[in-house]
């Protein structure tokens, strides 16, 4: 095993930084089809799977900062910034490096538009929102082809799993037809769980006769 | 702060029986002399077409296409629907689309707590479809709509009122009468934009607004029917006069739907920035200050407060479309407030997430803050929601509800901590603020 030294620190860091990403995105998108498909997790509030997606979605875009930025500071190869943003321009690993460009372009897509979807149609953010099922296999080859690491050993178990996940999700969010209770029905079906025992006649203090 | 506020008393004209049949007789035909009350009219019963222009003489629209939106401007008009936006700008909005426009009137008053809009439908329906005519000649538009709930009579008393104008030639644009379901939502510009155009009434995403893309993707001007009497008015009697009513910053006078202590309901015309004492009857627990989607204000700081946004939006309170209640001493806010917000939580129209299940999850928790012995940690709960579901709606529906809620929390929290022991400051369970009895149960209800 290598040892750590100032000059592999970056390279090590941009590795780890790639691994955790790779989590983070694919975490991001079962959450993302769990929010399309009104999907629960348990203990938690339908309406804070969108919360929670979000929160994982900006988490992901610090450390795929972290991870570009240690990639293009490390001496050991040389990657020109613009190679970062323009596909397949890349000295170093033109092709892999290209992937991951491409889906470094697509999330930023994603995350701008959805910072600004309130100030914007609804149906283009949604159709933008689409490329997330491009964006996500395109930064799992990249990870797979440019680096070694996810090719052997517990790494390449955590790829697998990674892409079995979404799979699994992707199948989920296939045979799930969309959300079929009428609309008019949504809100009383929630509430019907949601009351206590008594509502609304009111479980209350003063004694019934009172009540008109 | 505000000239008002060294005032005398304004005068308040108080109506409180108009939704119901009216004979046509109405006042004595005077002129109008420029004082309070200005939108309602000053005796018993409603203003016919003659009674109408008797007092008010007939709408200088040859002039509204040349100089109303600047007039509207100077005057600092802004919605009397609720949301105080300055009706320039969307007069200019939409007149500034090559396309042709539509021009609709809205008296969907889905607030169950006002019925400011009604009375004056009822009372002064000629000063509402003056300012509809205007509104449509200032902006060029050919078509125009008056946008009110299923109401027969109401239906059958403004039909009336637009084929009387017809018959006197008093109109250059079709007013067509447009049925508003019984929904909360059904205002909401959107909403009415799908409604007008056959659809249901349920909100959309924006962008884009109405005044963009509205009935039939035309440009829309969707205005609140005092908002369009207020504009008949300044067309007549021009800035100076609308700035001799209200404060500098929200001039003018408004309507206000004033719900007393004791279960006496009255609409009434006051100026903005009027004392809240001088409108309802004081000392009172609590005061709720603009409707459902507004806030709950300690009775003791409400006495001390104008009403105007001025004053109230540091509160986290508004005007909005001038409803006033205050809480009997004999009742629980808690219990009235997780009565409204069950009532919020089945108006959602079921469109977006965050609303269709998170307002039930909160209501269901009020309706536990507001019976003996709640879990205390659900407090937290609550709060957490909140933030988990503003500002993620197609419209505000989320948001108007949690300031309801956040507002009640805050303003009742002695009251929460009796609650946890077992104890209530209320002695009567009898509902205080009103809701209406039916609830949307299918599509079809939205229509």
Known sequence: MTAITQSTALWYASRATGVVSLLLLTLVVILGIAVNRQ???????????????????????????????????????????????????????????????????????????????????????????????????????????????????????????????????????????????????????????????????????????EAR | MTSSMTRP???????????????????????YLGGMPRLLPPGPGPSGLRTHLARFGAPPLDWAGRGLVAEVQAAGLTGRGGAAFPTYRKLAAVAGYRRPAVVIGNGAEGE??????????????????????????????????????????????????????????????????????????????????????????????????????????????????????????????????????????????????????????????????????????????????????????????????PLANAALRPLGAAVGAGVLAALPADRCGLAETARVVRYLALESAGQCGPCFNGLPRIAGALAELASPWPRPEIIADVRRWCGLVEGRGACRHPDGTVRLVRSALEVFAAELDQHILGRCAGSSNRPFLPLPPDLALDEADWR
Not at chain 2, 186 to 215: D, I, T, Y
């Open chain 1, 39 to 209: 999907g629960r997790l348990p203990g938690l509030p339908a309406f804070a799977v969108t919360g929670l997606h979000r929160s994982v979605s900006l988490l992901s875009v610090l450390f795929i900062a972290a991870h570009v930025a240690t990639a293009v500071m490390d001496p050991y190869v040389s990657i020109r910034a613009a190679a970062v943003v323009i596909p397949f321009v890349s000295a170093y690993q033109p092709f892999w490096l290209g992937l991951g460009a491409v889906a470094l372009d697509l999330i930023a897509a994603l995350i701008l538009t959805s910072l600004a979807r309130a100030r914007m149609p609804r149906r283009a953010w949604r159709g933008i929102h689409w490329l997330a099922y491009a964006a996500w296999p395109v930064a799992l080859i990249h990870g797979v082809g440019a680096s070694p690491d996810l090719r052997s050993g517990g790494l390449r178990l955590l790829a697998i799993g990674c892409a079995m996940a979404v799979g699994g999700a992707g199948l989920w969010r296939l045979t799930q037809r969309a959300r079929e209770m009428p609309r008019a029905e949504r809100a009383a079906a929630v509430l019907a769980v949601n009351e206590p025992p008594g509502s609304p006649a009111r479980p209350s203090f003063v004694p019934d006769r």
């Open chain 2, 9 to 31: 008393l304004p005068s308040l004209a108080r109506h409180s029986g108009w939704d119901r049949d009216e004979p046509l007789a109405g006042p004595a035909e005077t002129r």
């Open chain 2, 112 to 305: 169950p707590a006002s019925s400011k809009d009604k009375t004056l439908l009822w009372a002064a329906p000629h000063l509402v479809l003056d300012g509809l005519q205007l509104a449509a000649c200032a902006i060029g538009s050919g078509t125009a709509g008056l946008y009110v709930h299923r109401d027969q009579r109401l239906h059958q008393w403004l039909a009336a009122s637009i084929a009387e104008r017809a018959t006197a030639g008093l109109d250059l644009v079709p007013v067509e009468l447009i049925a508003a379901p019984a929904r909360f939502l059904a205002g909401e510009e959107s909403a009415l934009a799908s409604r007008a155009a056959g659809g249901p009434a349920l909100p959309r995403f924006k962008p884009p607004r109405a005044s963009e893309r509205g009935v039939a993707d035309r440009p829309t001007l969707v205005q609140n029917v005092e908002t369009l009497a207020q504009l008949a008015l300044i067309a007549r009697y021009g800035a100076a006069w609308f700035r001799s009513a209200g404060t500098t910053d929200e001039p003018g006078s408004m309507l206000a739907t004033l719900h007393q202590a004791d279960g006496q309901v009255m609409v009434v015309e006051t100026e903005l920035g009027t004392p809240i004492r001088d409108l309802l009857r004081l000392p009172a627990p609590a005061v709720l200050v603009g409707g459902y989607h507004g806030a709950w204000i300690p009775g003791e700081l409400a006495g001390r407060l």
